[in-house]
């Protein structure tokens, strides 16, 4: 396939032309879109197959998202099995494998809008957790979809703290089974995606108990419903739990299990293992569960967090220079409201924050393969590093992007209200990532065990990772810069956010000490601390974004404008991490008042420049129109029209009101006959 001018791939409208007032932003860009594009997949060749397999899913009307703003709960759910099945079909005739370079892009193309997707954890579960025995037997019964596989972790009473998980797995010497118990409402597994109608098989996990010793949490396979009618099986009480803010088409699902008898073999024994006779053995290193933990972070990451800000930019500001409101300067017509320092205000920092993100992902993912190549060779030394950065920063990017989102939203004015924006589905779908797969306050505690620990390590001069080095020379000097236009220096800035991130953790960690020598007990001495932990966490995190961007941007090809305007993305994302964390820059002098000035006059300069830039950036994100599902977001910026257009294929236009009948026509009926 040939790689396609940008434009070209995008427009696919309906309506005809597009919008003046969008096709004139696209004259004047300062850079090269498409090179700007294949710069963000990793190369030209990348772009050319995510494209072609973009264009393969589109084209196929089992795909279609067209009337999901429409759908019922139960015809979003029967749409994704129907997508999941056909997909395996699409696969095959593509050629295209799980393990292929195409299948990051299917699901980017689907927009996650497919059921089991519990199917894959499950069988990553077995994989990492299973023995070589266990692999042989399930993972090709999985692969084939002659089984359909949940996660059955989380309870009702229980998610993040898993010791405190309350189903019960008890070993039955005689009959050599364990059996599955959910001894109270609060054990009952709540949440599992694909657990609700459609799974047949999941991996719980349960407190495992041997001739009544409690051996902790442990992970089991077990059936839920017949292969041959779907019915619940003997002792399996499931269902779904019932509407959600979005996710309509997962069934997450409740799981109760009485008396449930499941074989030796089904207990996953990779690194633990009960004996015939009930003897307990422990075999391998159970570090490698941290592993598996990081690879899901990094993936939400990219795919559950980036690109859905990505999208809301693109909606909104391509949006805001087709809306036109009052007027900037009498006798003219009105202004695009992007012409607004207050409008710019809003969007171009989350803008320059999805490609800063865009570009720490890369760096998360170097670290994960370097972390990874270790692993192979059984030196788990950078686990502890790669679990801390990867629980900080899911932490971190899931709870800036969701706030990012919904500026987006709110940006758009009463139109983005509209499920037809695309924007409220963004919304209430990334608001979940600021939730599921580990709790973010949980998480950044993690992260500030980590940092705290590196902090005490460097003080005593011995050696810590190379991400956390500056915690070894933390300085008291004065932020250098003379005038707002040093503050576009990238040492000046990345600095300044060492410093914060420096000082934080490291007062965090006198707090903790003095408490702890006070008299203190350790436990109650952290407790009084995590507040400030969370912020020193968090400080880190946007510090090492804040470099890593920079460090990225040096390294461009000068060619194509691309390095220009990144560099002036850097500088805005930074001065409005300071911008919007004054006090934090300001605590100890290190920033002085003037110089707050500085970084306010330069941030507010950045806006105008980048401006000019905003619909071209946003167009190198390369989303297509199926892809956005935006009435307000589309390639050639036909809103009004659009809006109407989607607006009458609501069912409730298409069908007398059974309301009329029964309320409306005795109410106006007996109103009339008192006139």
Known sequence: MALLETGKYLQGSVLGSVNPDLASERQTASFSVEKL??????????????????????????????????????????????????????????????????????????????????????????????????????????????LIGSYAQTELGHGTYLQGLETTAVFDTTAQEFILNTPKISAMKWWPG????????????????????????HPFIVQIRSLQDHSLCPGITAGDIGPKMNFEHTDNGYLMLQNVRVPRENMLNKFC???????????????????????????????????PLMKACTIAIRYSVVRRQSKLKPGEQEAKILDYQTQQEKLLPQLAAAYAFHFLNNYLQELFDKAYREIQRKN????????????GFKAMVTQYCTSAVEVCLRACGGHGYSSLSGLPSLYTKILASCI????????????????????????????????????AAVKYGKCPAKNKLDFLRPDIYTEAYQHM??????????????????GVKEHDA????????????????????????????????????????????????????????????????????????????????????????????????????KSLNSALGSYDGQVYQRLYEWAQKSPTNKQISPAYERYLKPLLHNMQSKM
Not at 200 to 210: D, E, P, R
Not at 593 to 620: C, E, F, H
């Open 273 to 307: 293992k009960v004996q015939p006779d009930g003897t307990y053995v422990r075999q391998g290193s159970q570090k490698i569960n941290y592993f598996t933990m990081t690879t899901v972070r990094i993936a939400l990451i990219s795919d559950e967090v980036v690109i």
């Open 194 to 217: 694909d657990m609700g109608r459609s799974a047949t098989h999941t991996v719980v996990f349960a407190q495992l108990y041997v001739h009544g010793k409690c051996y902790g949490v």
């Open 436 to 471: 599921y797969e580990g709790e973010n306050t949980i998480l950044l505690l993690q992260t500030a065990r980590f940092l705290i620990k590196c902090f005490n390590t460097a003080s005593t001069g011995q050696p810590v990772p190379p991400s956390v080095t500056y915690l």
């Open 37 to 146: 594009t294949a710069q963000l997949d990793g190369g030209v060749e990348h772009t050319q197959l995510r494209r072609a397999v973009v264009e393969a899913i589109e084209c196929d009307p089992v795909f279609s998202r067209e009337n999901q703003y429409f759908q019922s709960q139960n015809e979003r759910y029967e749409s994704a099995v129907r997508k999941a099945v056909h997909l395996q079909k699409k696969m095959h005739e593509m050629g295209w494998s799980e393990n292929g370079p195409e299948f990051k892009y299917i699901y980017r193309a689907l927009s996650g809008d497919v059921a089991f997707l519990l199917h894959r954890v499950f069988m990553r579960s077995i994989s990492v957790l299973g023995s070589d025995e266990q692999i042989a037997k399930w993972i090709p019964l999985a692969s084939q979809y002659q």
């Open 380 to 391: 788990f030394d950078m686990l502890p590093e790669l679990h801390a950065f990867s629980s």
């Open 501 to 518: 991130a420096a000082r934080l953790v490291s007062s965090t960690a006198a707090k903790l000490q003095d408490l702890i020598q006070s």
């Open 526 to 625: 952290w407790n009084q601390c995590t507040v400030q932990m969370v912020q020193a966490a968090k400080a880190n995190c946007h510090y090492i974004t804040v470099k890593n961007f920079a460090e990225t941007v040096e390294k461009l090809d000068t060619k194509a404008g691309i390095q220009k305007i990144m560099k002036h993305l850097c500088d805005l994302f930074a001065l409005h991490g300071i911008f919007s964390n004054a006090g934090f820059f300001l605590h100890d002098g290190y920033v002085s008042g003037a110089q707050m000035d500085m970084v306010t006059a330069s941030y507010l300069d950045l806006l105008a420049v980048i401006r000019k830039d905003a619909v071209p950036l946003v167009d190198a994100f390369d989303f297509t129109d």
